[in-house]
């Protein structure tokens, strides 16, 4: 049994673990996929290169000839667009690899892995120990279970945007930020996409204001199925047949292609880590500390096998955490997971960071909150937009900001001042009165929303 100092399973953030603190640690690394993990592959990057992509598409079909410019999306170069993305994705991963693999003291490993005893790991066959463990092992797509499923070609965001070419007719089930963004990707091309949901309404989890005006705009502008039940999946010809019950109304409904776009698991249950002792929660997630220590001593873990938050900028930060823990175990530092924010690159976006509305109410929390409509700045007013709003919920008391929710262009990056803000326990009033906001730019909608409060 060949033992080292680190093992890390898992070459998304785990890879960046290693620092040159590390120079003089024998380390294995075991990763079954490709380098850069989720993220780089086959999620963040590659997919905000496609919507990229659509949002030009949907400023020359929709916007433009709204105010009077003769714009026009002719449709998309599938093969083009697809190939420009992974053409600049694929040699990062590929590059990542081969540096790791060119230092004397990494030694990679391409196989499965799965925990045989105590800080054991089945490699290949080969068992490996360690010292220290991080297991960063992410996490998969939850496939649900419908009748037929397993027997048609369905994708996954795993799958999907590698496609050799763009599906006419494309079903999507699902209601969250992956179907979202990638039904709004496909849709931009030219695809005829349909959404199937269970739910009333997309984008649950957010702020119930921001879910339903984001549904408004989907039924609005795609063919959506709220409330739909699933009773099975079919292959008749080269059609994927989806048979469903919404509103009472059976039918069925075809498309050339079918993405499952339903939620992720986190993979520890493929690494059998009760094997080493590593507990796990009912929801299937690894449990650590705010050190990222589990409860076998010199085992840690990060990123999406630990949490439903399953983000690439806090998986980036955990990483930070462990590096610092492995090398300092007598001056750790904890997790910061105060304020951690999130977007989807829907067509519009969602930024939010905080509390929701709902949050406050279930918690018994006082709370003032106010909805700042983008057209009420000049900007937004320019742009005619009558959809996006920013949603503001601060304590009373404190007067500190414990909620934002922005829906609308640049989203992301309008939320990205007012969490600033509440790291450095700005109130309200400091936001809204200690600083110049351009005129007439887009931010002035935050300081109209943050003046109302």
């Known amino acids: 049994m060949r033992s080292f100092d680190l093992i890390i399973i898992g070459a998304g953030s785990g890879n960046s673990v290693i620092g040159p603190e590390h120079d003089s640690w024998d380390i294995a690394i075991v990763e079954r996929g490709l380098f850069g993990g989720t993220c780089l592959n086959v999620g963040c990057i590659p997919s905000k290169m496609f919507v990229y992509a659509a949002e030009v598409a949907e400023l020359a079909d929709r916007v433009g000839p709204a105010l009077g410019v003769h714009t026009r999306s002719d449709g998309a170069d ?123 309404r997309f984008l649950r989890a957010e702020d119930e204001a921001i879910s339903h005006r984001f549904t408004e705009v989907y039924t609005r502008e795609y063919d959506v199925r709220l409330r739909s039940e699933m009773h099975g999946v079919r292959r008749d010809g080269d059609d994927i047949v989806l048979d469903i019950t919404t509103h009472g109304e059976r039918m069925e409904l075809r498309g050339d292609a079918i993405l499952v776009a ?83 690159f829907g067509h519009p976006q969602v930024a939010a960071v905080g509390l929701t509305e ?52 640049q989203a992301p990056t309008l939320i990205q001042q007012l969490i600033q803000g509440m790291v450095f326990g700005q109130t309200v009033d400091q936001m809204a009165h200690d600083q110049y906001y351009i005129h007439p730019g887009l931010p002035e909608v935050v300081e109209q929303a943050l003046l109302e409060l």
């Open 78 to 200: 599938w093969d083009a667009i697809r190939d420009r993305v992974f053409g600049r994705i694929d040699p990062i991963a590929e590059g990542g690899e081969e540096y790791r693999q060119g230092l004397e003291n990494v030694t990679v490993f391409k196989n499965d892995a799965r925990f045989v005893g105590p800080k054991q790991l089945d490699v290949g066959g080969e068992i490996i120990t360690a010292e220290h463990i991080v297991i960063a092992a992410g996490a998969r797509s939850f496939i649900p279970d419908i009748p037929g499923l397993a027997d048609v070609d369905y994708h996954t965001s795993d799958t999907i945007m590698r496609v050799k070419e763009r599906p006419e007719r494309l079903l999507v089930i699902g209601g969250g930020y992956i179907a979202t963004e990638l039904g709004h990707v496909f849709s931009a091309f030219g695809s005829h996409v349909t959404f199937v949901l269970r739910s009333d």
């Open 262 to 344: 339903t939620g992720r698991i986190p993979n520890g249950d493929r690494l059998d880590v009760a094997q080493t002792g590593v507990e796990i929660g009912d929801d299937g997630y690894i449990v650590t500390d705010s050190q990222l220590r589990t409860n076998v001593g010199g085992i840690f873990a990060l990123g999406d096998i630990t949490s439903p938050v399953q983000l690439k900028h806090s998986a980036n930060h955990e990483a930070k955490v462990v590096a610092h823990n492995l090398v300092n175990p007598h001056d750790p530092i904890e997790v910061n997971d105060q304020f951690i924010p999130h977007a989807v």
């Open 358 to 409: 709902r949050d406050c109410i279930t918690h018994g929390r006082p709370y003032v909150s106010h909805v700042q409509e983008y057209c009420s700045a000049a900007y937004g007013w320019a742009m005619e937009d009558t959809d996006s709003f920013v949603k503001l919920i601060a304590d009373p008391n404190s007067r500190l900001l414990i909620g934002a929710h922005i829906i609308g262009p």
